[in-house]
């Protein structure tokens, strides 16, 4: 979904709400098809952020074929492998920082763009299609993987996925999205946006990809989980909840790391964020 929705906290946004549903509602009723077309345009497309212009010592950039396209990877270190996801309207490099933190460990990390994200190919991006492209990337991998770091939507996104790469392997969560379809309805809500025409666009995804919208649960999924995993979360956070990773840590296997003043994003670049891999890695 749009940045400008799915981000969207300010009350200037919310007195345009009746407008643009009545707009949209319109649209649907005058021009169905076009209106789901650019329904897809504005909830689908995700803000493409910049690389950085000074990357890491002896980063590796490759591109990899997936169902969703080429999606770039970016690798760093040797050793055992940790896979990073970003969230919706992020990229890799958001995970830089950690990726060197993790080669100085003695580990390999292997981050990459989502599709219609970073330097990947696409011009829509979804939960469902995060998925595939996610277990794609697996597949391409010549070693087992060690474990699995994401951030908010990247959470749902591993949790959500079956791919046998993961089982039994520790998970880092940071600022996850655990309640992903009601965080995606209610923002659609807030926004004003035609719901009837919204539940069509996930339909059509649902049929495509053959997940349907109601069968996503990230927090059954790290309910169910076995390994142990670490979440770690600002005790602030506008985006994703708080309150859900804290009934998260009432599970046997997960642990919680609060933090205090790091938002959604800065907390990709914390000392808490370093101590949670550090610790993940020590009880694996």
Known sequence: MSSKIYFSQSKRFNVRKSMV???TRLHHVLAPKHAKKTARKILLTPVRSHQPSSLPENLLKKLVETSEGKMMTY????????????GWSGSASQ????MEHIAASGYMAIAFD???HGQSEGIYGHLPGFIKAFDDVLDAL???IAGVVAHSMGGAMILESRHSALEGKPVLLVAPVLNYTENLVTMVERSGYSSKLF?????????????????????VRLESR?????????????????????????MKHVQLFA????????????PPLLAAFDKITQSA
Request: proline share 7%; with cysteine.
């Open 75 to 86: 690798q760093l270190g040797s050793g055992p492998i940790w896979v990073l996801g970003h």
């Open 259 to 270: 933090t205090e003043g790091l938002g959604h994003g800065r907390i990709l670049k914390s």
């Open 226 to 250: 076995q390994s142990s995993a670490i979440i770690v979360h600002d005790k602030a956070d506008k985006f994703a909840s708080f309150e859900l990773s804290q009934q998260a840590s009432e």
């Open 199 to 219: 539940n069509e666009l996930i339909d059509d995804i649902a049929v495509e990809y053959q997940c349907p919208f109601d069968s996503i649960n990230p927090f």
């Open 142 to 144: 010549e070693e087992p």
């Open 114 to 116: 989502n599709p219609a």
């Open 21 to 23: 549903n009545m707009t």
């Open 95 to 98: 995970f830089f920082p950690l």
